[in-house]
């Protein structure tokens, strides 16, 4: 029997995309895997999801991400986004029949929760999925392990801005320098946040 479960990094992030995991996992092996370590990403070290991640990529019959975009983030509804990521998931591991689809609760998510149904599978759609469940854990470490080395390539490219949640003062001191400088911020940043606008309401001078 196959369970799968889906979770997301960097959805509170002001800079980066959002990448929404899921994996599909043999029941049998989320024993072992949970004894491994595998648990809610946050709990871990990098260096530790990322020895997680080729554990769960070798114990797992498959994976599969959707990257949303800053651009999309700021196109449209944050939640609608990301049930579209999950139902595209769901459809992409239903060729392995999993019984039971675990879902880290975000939102109203009656119309994920739909379409599982609608499939002939069990959702199992709660808060703090990513801790209590180890599919839901083991999706949580993809999706991490996966954006982290986005934001690296990020970093590469625009400076080194921190762990991008706002949160974070280097995020923060970055965010203003570069509103310092130019017209319209780099298209890393999601600029429909509003914590954007507290951060460097007035600062433009030319485009990126």
Partial sequence: ?????????????LIGPMIVAGVAIKNDRLKFLKNMGVKDSKQLTRNRREKLFDIICSYSEGFTIVKVSPEEIDSENLNELTY???IKIIYSLVEFKPIRISIDKVGNTKVVEQEIIKLGMEPNI???ADVYFVEA????IIAKVIRDNIIDTLKSKYGDFGSGYPSDPKTVNWVKNVYKEYLTPP???RRSWKILQEIAPNYYIRKW
Avoid: F, L
């Fill in 1 to 13: 029997m196959i369970v799968v479960g889906i979770d997301e990094a960097g959805r509170g992030s």
């Fill in 84 to 86: 579209k990521a999950m």
């Fill in 126 to 128: 709660v808060t703090n």
């Fill in 137 to 140: 854990s083991a999706a949580s």
């Fill in 187 to 189: 298209p890393i940043i």
